[in-house]
């Protein structure tokens, strides 16, 4: 059925997987009717482009402004919110995070949780870690349940189940669920949503995401279109919001660009049905929502980008989506070829930093720098120079400066630094460059018909029998 | 050092030497592209809400509780969760026992807990009323309530909201701004814009995910 089940999902192995599924013509035709449909979905959210430039500008300050003073922000969230009744937790790693979140599940002796949407849960792996402490996680997104039901990993940060089309889901309803094939997206969404809805109830646990933090209110703003992420932080008793350190703003009303630009680039609606901002836990009074609201700040790499001034901007993304949508990478790849949780441009900026860019060495160089990505980035990541950069990190020289990043210069070769070197050499001494072109041009029969993976897809370049100094001299007449 | 303290210091390490941005909060870039005269804010609001499924009808203070059955006698509906504690609640109660609509009105009047299986299995209709609207996204404002909790404008597949025509505002901005929304956020705050939707198989649309089904809006003209 799927022709990737047998590829690791590691970055380690990118070549292999793009190739993979550069070969499989239906994940091709669902990305690529995807791609075109949310890319329309964007563009008719800003008929007015410099209403979209205005407002790209203010979001990249917004989120500057927030990276800026981030200490201080987080301390006043963390006190704000504990003076709202959450308790807020703080972890290095994911390992860290998931024991956490184990904690809380043993305090309430949980059997089952459910998950609203959430990326950072899926960097944590946590459906695993709980399950194998015996702790069932169920996803309640429509694409999430799918690609869990599937036992795979999102191919999309918005979009889970993007790589299927209604076909496949189809078919697995009917497997896994036992229900009649149907091709009805409507009937197919009441499956879902009968098979979900009494687990909302019976779970001990929901967890969730926050797409914004608000330090000034202590605020968690998530927004949602199904209403499974609100069924999660409202229905069972405990609420536990996985977050990255960088998703605090400094005041509610910074949210106001910040959403409008989230939901318009990301899924091309003016707003999602849902925005649920959530300040606390359910009062005395109160007759719903849960009694305990947990928040489990998630360092996990973020820090290491936060270092470099040029790199800290990684940090301002809001997870919209927008990049892989318009990336032609993406579009015939996938997102699984990756094989890392964020796919896409701005996987492979942030990735690095949460692996290493040991594993994560090829990502940084599955771009064609066609610059869409920076383009349409609602706050104005400039991504392609970004990827630039930590290709540059990936070949430095072994502490020819202070390694700041992990695995930085891992694709480090001494050959390919001592080519470089040469030909520095050859095209900054004029002598030395006469030399070699009449060399090259004298000898081009010696000019071998392998050379490496350049001669892979294409023919051995073949030199002139003169160079081009030669013929333009000699046209000019002063030879 | 706890693993707060070790973050707050790499990141404080990170910034010595710099200076924090400054707030150049551009209020003019939110408010003024999404404003409208007074006469096309309400039809903004309702072809927004409209163009995602939700329904809406334009009323009275005396009128909605008729509209209201109405909506729920074409829906065969015969049973309505309600506040008996909210103005409201008690308007409708009124008009209900003196009709011979023989609608009968559910109060959310224990904690979740206590009756779930019947909110989520045998509770087809919710009235809630609202903080207010914005017109630029065709969204309404909830500060869920003890008297009207959360679980109310989201549990039911059939959900009436009732909106004050006077309260609703051009923009997020502008209605965050005149209710003080930073001086003291609730519990639970939200924006609802439409029926509860998903478009995660192959990208179409569809209604009624996990949230309300349907969605019917009462704007009150004249209050």
């Given at each position: 059925?799927?022709?990737?089940?047998?590829v690791?999902?590691v970055?380690?192995?990118?070549?292999?997987?793009a190739?993979?599924?550069?070969?499989?013509?239906?994940?091709?035709?669902?990305?690529?009717?995807?791609?075109d449909?949310?890319m329309?979905k964007?563009?008719?959210?800003?008929?007015?482009?410099?209403?979209?430039?205005?407002?790209?500008?203010f979001?990249?300050?917004?989120?500057?402004?927030?990276?800026?003073?981030?200490?201080?922000?987080?301390?006043?969230?963390?006190?704000?919110?504990?003076r709202?009744?959450?308790?807020?937790?703080?972890?290095?790693t994911?390992?860290?995070?998931?024991?956490i979140?184990?904690?809380?599940?043993?305090?309430h002796?949980?059997?089952?949780?459910?998950?609203?949407k959430?990326?950072?849960?899926?960097?944590m792996?946590?459906?695993?870690?709980?399950?194998?402490?015996?702790?069932?996680?169920?996803?309640?997104?429509?694409?999430?349940f799918?690609v869990?039901?599937?036992?795979?990993?999102p191919?999309?940060?918005?979009?889970?189940a993007?790589?299927?089309?209604?076909?496949?889901?189809a078919?697995?309803?009917?497997?896994?669920?036992?229900?009649?094939?149907t091709?009805?997206v409507?009937?197919?969404?009441?499956?879902g949503?009968?098979?979900?809805?009494?687990?909302f109830?019976?779970?001990?646990?929901?967890?969730?995401?926050?797409n914004?933090?608000?330090?000034?209110?202590?605020?968690?703003?998530?927004?949602?279109?199904?209403?499974?992420?609100?069924?999660?932080?409202?229905?069972?008793?405990?609420?536990?919001?996985?977050?990255?350190?960088?998703k605090?703003?400094?005041n509610?009303?910074?949210?106001?660009?910040?959403?409008s630009?989230?939901?318009?680039?990301?899924?091309?609606?003016?707003?999602?049905?849902y925005?649920?901002?959530?300040?606390?836990?359910?009062?005395a009074?109160?007759?719903?929502?849960p009694?305990?609201?947990?928040l489990?700040?998630l360092?996990?790499?973020?820090?290491q980008a936060?270092?470099?001034?040029?790199?800290?901007?990684t940090?301002?993304?809001?997870r919209?989506g927008?990049?892989?949508?318009?990336c032609?990478?993406?579009?015939?790849?996938?997102?699984?070829?990756?094989?890392?949780?964020?796919?896409?441009?701005?996987?492979k900026?942030?990735?690095?930093h949460?692996l290493?860019?040991?594993?994560?060495?090829?990502?940084?160089?599955?771009?064609?720098?066609?610059?869409?990505?920076?383009?349409?980035?609602p706050?104005?990541?400039?991504?392609?120079?970004?990827?630039?950069?930590l290709?540059?990190?990936?070949?430095?020289?072994p502490?020819?400066?202070?390694?700041?990043?992990?695995?930085?210069?891992?694709?480090?070769?001494?050959?390919?630094?001592?080519?470089?070197?040469?030909w520095?050499k050859?095209?900054t001494?004029?002598?030395?460059y006469?030399?070699?072109?009449?060399?090259?041009?004298?000898?081009?029969?010696l000019?071998?018909?392998?050379?490496?993976?350049?001669?892979?897809?294409?023919?051995?370049?073949?030199?002139?029998a003169?160079?081009l100094?030669?013929?333009a001299?000699e046209?000019?007449?002063?030879? | 050092?706890?693993?707060?303290?070790?973050?707050?210091?790499?990141?404080?390490g990170?910034?010595?030497?710099?200076?924090?941005v400054?707030d150049d909060?551009?209020?003019g870039?939110?408010?003024?592209?999404?404003?409208?005269?007074?006469?096309?804010?309400?039809?903004?609001?309702?072809?927004?809400?409209?163009?995602v499924?939700?329904?809406?009808?334009?009323?009275?203070?005396?009128?909605?509780?008729?509209?209201?059955?109405?909506?729920?006698?074409?829906?065969?509906i015969?049973?309505?969760?309600v506040?008996?504690d909210?103005?409201?609640?008690?308007?409708?109660?009124?008009?209900?026992?003196?009709?011979?609509?023989?609608?009968r009105?559910?109060?959310?009047d224990?904690?979740?807990?206590?009756?779930?299986?019947?909110?989520?299995f045998?509770?087809?209709?919710s009235?809630?009323?609202?903080?207010?609207?914005?017109a630029?996204?065709?969204?309404?404002?909830?500060w869920?309530?003890?008297?009207?909790?959360r679980l109310?404008?989201?549990?039911?597949?059939l959900?009436i909201?009732?909106?004050k025509a006077?309260e609703?505002?051009?923009?997020?901005?502008?209605?965050?701004?005149?209710?003080?929304?930073?001086?003291?956020m609730?519990t639970n705050?939200?924006?609802?814009?439409?029926?509860?939707?998903?478009?995660?198989?192959?990208?179409t649309?569809?209604?009624?995910?996990?949230?309300?089904?349907?969605?019917?809006v009462?704007?009150l003209?004249?209050?």
């Amino acid at each position: 059925m799927n022709a990737m089940t047998d590829v690791p999902a590691v970055p380690i192995a990118f070549k292999r997987n793009a190739r993979e599924a550069l070969a499989d013509p239906q994940l091709r035709r669902n990305f690529r009717g995807a791609m075109d449909f949310l890319m329309d979905k964007r563009r008719v959210q800003f008929p007015d482009g410099d209403e979209l430039e205005r407002l790209r500008a203010f979001g990249n300050r917004v989120r500057a402004r927030a990276l800026s003073k981030l200490p201080e922000l987080l301390e006043r969230l963390d006190a704000n919110l504990s003076r709202n009744g959450v308790k807020v937790h703080w972890a290095e790693t994911v390992e860290e995070a998931n024991a956490i979140v184990h904690r809380i599940v043993e305090q309430h002796a949980a059997k089952k949780v459910i998950k609203g949407k959430s990326m950072v849960s899926e960097e944590m792996e946590m459906n695993h870690y709980l399950g194998e402490r015996g702790v069932d996680c169920l996803e309640s997104d429509m694409g999430e349940f799918i690609v869990q039901l599937r036992e795979e990993k999102p191919s999309h940060i918005i979009m889970p189940a993007i790589h299927l089309n209604v076909g496949q889901v189809a078919s697995l309803f009917h497997d896994k669920l036992e229900v009649d094939y149907t091709e009805d997206v409507d009937r197919l969404i009441q499956i879902g949503r009968e098979t979900l809805r009494r687990n909302f109830f019976e779970a001990d646990i929901g967890v969730s995401g926050v797409n914004f933090a608000v330090a000034e209110t202590g605020t968690l703003l998530l927004v949602e279109n199904e209403g499974n992420g609100r069924m999660s932080t409202t229905v069972p008793p405990v609420h536990i919001a996985v977050t990255g350190i960088e998703k605090v703003v400094e005041n509610l009303r910074d949210v106001i660009p910040l959403l409008s630009l989230l939901t318009r680039s990301a899924t091309g609606q003016a707003i999602t049905t849902y925005v649920n901002m959530i300040s606390g836990p359910r009062k005395a009074d109160e007759l719903d929502g849960p009694q305990e609201v947990h928040l489990v700040l998630l360092d996990n790499g973020r820090s290491q980008a936060f270092a470099d001034g040029e790199l800290r901007q990684t940090l301002n993304c809001i997870r919209c989506g927008a990049c892989m949508n318009h990336c032609p990478v993406y579009t015939r790849i996938g997102g699984h070829a990756y094989g890392t949780v964020y796919p896409g441009p701005i996987g492979k900026i942030v990735t690095p930093h949460m692996l290493g860019l040991d594993t994560t060495r090829d990502l940084p160089t599955a771009s064609s720098m066609c610059g869409a990505c920076g383009e349409v980035c609602p706050v104005k990541i400039p991504i392609p120079a970004l990827l630039r950069r930590l290709r540059e990190e990936a070949v430095r020289a072994p502490e020819a400066v202070p390694h700041h990043m992990r695995g930085q210069g891992s694709k480090y070769s001494k050959k390919e630094a001592m080519l470089w070197k040469a030909w520095r050499k050859l095209n900054t001494s004029p002598a030395l460059y006469r030399a070699f072109s009449f060399a090259g041009t004298r000898l081009s029969a010696l000019m071998p018909s392998n050379i490496g993976p350049w001669t892979e897809h294409r023919s051995a370049p073949k030199p002139a029998a003169r160079s081009l100094h030669e013929l333009a001299r000699e046209h000019l007449g002063e030879d | 050092m706890s693993a707060k303290d070790r973050i707050l210091a790499k990141l404080r390490g990170s910034l010595v030497g710099t200076t924090p941005v400054a707030d150049d909060y551009d209020a003019g870039l939110l408010t003024e592209p999404w404003r409208y005269a007074a006469d096309d804010r309400i039809a903004r609001l309702r072809s927004m809400l409209e163009a995602v499924h939700g329904e809406t009808q334009l009323t009275t203070q005396a009128d909605w509780p008729q509209r209201a059955l109405e909506a729920l006698a074409a829906r065969n509906i015969g049973e309505l969760l309600v506040s008996p504690d909210t103005a409201h609640g008690q308007q409708l109660a009124a008009h209900v026992a003196a009709s011979a609509a023989g609608l009968r009105l559910k109060a959310y009047d224990q904690p979740v807990e206590a009756w779930k299986e019947e909110l989520f299995f045998r509770t087809p209709a919710s009235l809630t009323g609202t903080l207010g609207g914005i017109a630029a996204t065709g969204s309404l404002v909830l500060w869920p309530t003890p008297q009207e909790p959360r679980l109310m404008s989201l549990v039911p597949p059939l959900h009436i909201a009732l909106l004050k025509a006077s309260e609703v505002r051009d923009n997020l901005y502008e209605l965050m701004h005149a209710q003080h929304w930073a001086s003291g956020m609730p519990t639970n705050a939200l924006l609802v814009s439409g029926p509860s939707k998903t478009a995660d198989i192959q990208q179409t649309l569809a209604y009624g995910a996990h949230g309300p089904k349907e969605l019917l809006v009462l704007i009150l003209e004249d209050a």
